[in-house]
């Protein structure tokens, strides 16, 4: 029996239509910062998202914690400028007893003093995503971590096909779905809107809207929004520093001032002030498959 088996997840019967899912402990909840949770397609760029944005809100002088939450363990990686081990790989190393560890075996301070985390994933087929992300915010809590921070992001993998997955809405109080101006992106943030919309049923967790990335167009984007009732509050284009920042292993912050790198940061950081002013909890209706095939001219 490996530890996770030993420390299995509670479950709750019903969260969301029906559903079996990872509850989040009582004594995990997250106090006092603002929690956003960011989602999206498989390599639509919520990595590079998550970072620019902690970034952003780094330089409005917040205390920020970003929270990697894909085996990859990537998502700090401009952030710090390397691979950082993951919770769960350090808990493995002591056995799973996490009163041995401290609070530098797996946080890193990265750019602007953004605190990184890199939760990582269970071996594949062998335990759930949501037992990875409740050890770390035990990890945090025990440590005192999260009584210094104002605004904590979850990077979350791809896109939400389990309760596993979907963890960390029960700690965030917004949502965030980055897509892109293609038929893929939006099908993905079609199925993560029906997610959050179970989630809000027993948690605080409310949709924020949507980040359109590396899209010079939005026409598609706005379409669908325009249609279930959601809004895009962002829009990333398509440019080529964001990628050269990411082989740089570097923030958009620390590159050097082009004419796209400015606008970008711009956004950024117009993006963190609304989102720290507070943003309506939106309610949007996901579309049934056959409905948004037809909608965005696909037979």
């Given amino acids: 029996m490996s530890p996770l088996d030993r420390n299995p ?81 350090i808990l493995k190393e002591v056995d799973f007893h996490p009163e041995e560890l401290r609070p530098e075996d797996f946080v890193t301070t990265g750019y602007n003093g953004v605190m990184c985390v890199e939760a990582g994933g269970p071996p594949a087929g062998t335990g759930c995503g949501g037992y990875v992300v409740g050890q770390t915010v035990k990890l945090l809590k025990q440590h005192h971590l999260l009584e210094e921070t104002d605004v904590v992001i979850f990077d979350v993998l791809g896109d939400v096909v389990c309760g596993g997955f979907a963890a960390p809405l029960q700690h965030a109080d917004r949502a965030l779905i980055v897509t892109a101006n293609d038929f893929d992106s939006i099908y993905a943030m079609n199925r993560i809107i029906a997610a959050v919309q179970a989630k809000s049923n027993n948690y605080k967790v409310r949709l924020a809207g949507c980040i359109a990335n590396r899209s010079r167009e939005t026409n598609e984007v706005d379409r669908y929004c325009d249609t279930v009732g959601f809004n895009r509050i962002a829009h990333m284009p398509d440019v080529d520093a964001i990628r050269r920042s990411r082989l740089k292993k570097k923030t958009l912050f620390e590159m050097d001032d082009e004419e796209d790198i400015v606008r970008c940061r711009a956004e950024y950081v117009r993006l963190a002030q609304l989102l720290l002013d507070g943003t309506e909890g939106m309610a949007p209706a996901p579309m049934e498959d056959r409905d948004i095939f037809e909608l965005l001219g696909f037979d």
């Fill in 9 to 89: 997840p509670s479950l709750r019967g019903q969260d969301g239509e029906g559903s079996v899912q990872v509850h989040q402990d009582a004594d995990a909840k997250i106090e006092g910062a603002k929690v956003f949770s960011v989602y999206g397609k498989g390599g639509i760029g919520k990595s590079t998202t998550s970072s620019n944005l902690s970034a952003a809100f780094s330089k409005l002088g917040k205390r920020v914690l970003q929270i990697g939450c894909d085996p990859k363990h990537d998502s700090t990686f401009t952030l710090t400028g390397h691979l950082q081990p993951t919770v769960i790989d």
